[in-house]
C-alpha cells in the first residue's frame, strides 16, 4: 500500500513539473509581445498576423493615435482604424476614449479621417458608448466642442465636426 501511495504521489509530482510551452517564445502571448516595439506590433496587426486584444500591447498601439509627433499619427491612424472595426468585447470599452482624445487634440486631422461613413458611423458609436457613462454627456460634448474648436486650424471643416457631435449626442440618447 505505501508503495502504490508513494507511486501515486510520484506519478502527480511528475506531471505538476513536467515541460510546458515557454509563454517566452510563443509568439501571440503576451509576454512574447510585451518586448517587441509597437510598430512590429502594428504591421502584425495590419497583416492580420495578430489579434488586437484587451492588453497593454494593443493599448500601446491606442496611445499612439494621439502623440505629439504628427508621423508617429499618421503612421498608426490605419492601425487604430482597424483595430477599431475588428474590436468586440473588452477592447470595445476603451475605443472611445481615444477617439475623443484625438478630437480634443487633433480636430483638423480627425475631420478629415471621418470624412467616410464608414468611419463616421464607427467613431460616433464608440464615442457615444464613452459619453453614455459621462455624468452630463452633453456639457461634456460641448467641452469637447469648444476645445476642438480652440485646437481646429483653420476652422473650415468644423460643420462636420458639428454633424458628428450631433450624432454621436443622439446615439447617446439612443443607447
Excluded: C, W
Amino acid at each position: 500500500m505505501k508503495k502504490l501511495l508513494l507511486f501515486l504521489t510520484l506519478i502527480s509530482t511528475l506531471e505538476l513539473f513536467g515541460q510546458q510551452t515557454d509563454t517566452l517564445r510563443v509568439e501571440q502571448h503576451y509576454y512574447y509581445l510585451a518586448d517587441i516595439d509597437s510598430r512590429t506590433i502594428a504591421e502584425r496587426i495590419m497583416n492580420d498576423e495578430l489579434q488586437p486584444a484587451d492588453n497593454f500591447i494593443t493599448f500601446r498601439i491606442l496611445d499612439s493615435l494621439t502623440s505629439t509627433n504628427k508621423q508617429t499619427r499618421k503612421y498608426y491612424l490605419p492601425v487604430f482604424n482597424k483595430i477599431l472595426k475588428q474590436s468586440d468585447g473588452a477592447l470595445s470599452e476603451v475605443m472611445g476614449t481615444p477617439i475623443i482624445n484625438l478630437l480634443k487634440q487633433y480636430p483638423t486631422e480627425f475631420a478629415k479621417t471621418i470624412k467616410s461613413d464608414e468611419l463616421f458611423e464607427l467613431y460616433s458609436n464608440f464615442a457615444a458608448y464613452e459619453l453614455y457613462f459621462s455624468d452630463d454627456y452633453r456639457s461634456e460634448i460641448n467641452a469637447i466642442e469648444q476645445t476642438a474648436r480652440d485646437n481646429f486650424r483653420p476652422y473650415t471643416d468644423s460643420e462636420l465636426i458639428k454633424k458628428f457631435l450631433e450624432r454621436t449626442a443622439k446615439k447617446v440618447e439612443e443607447i
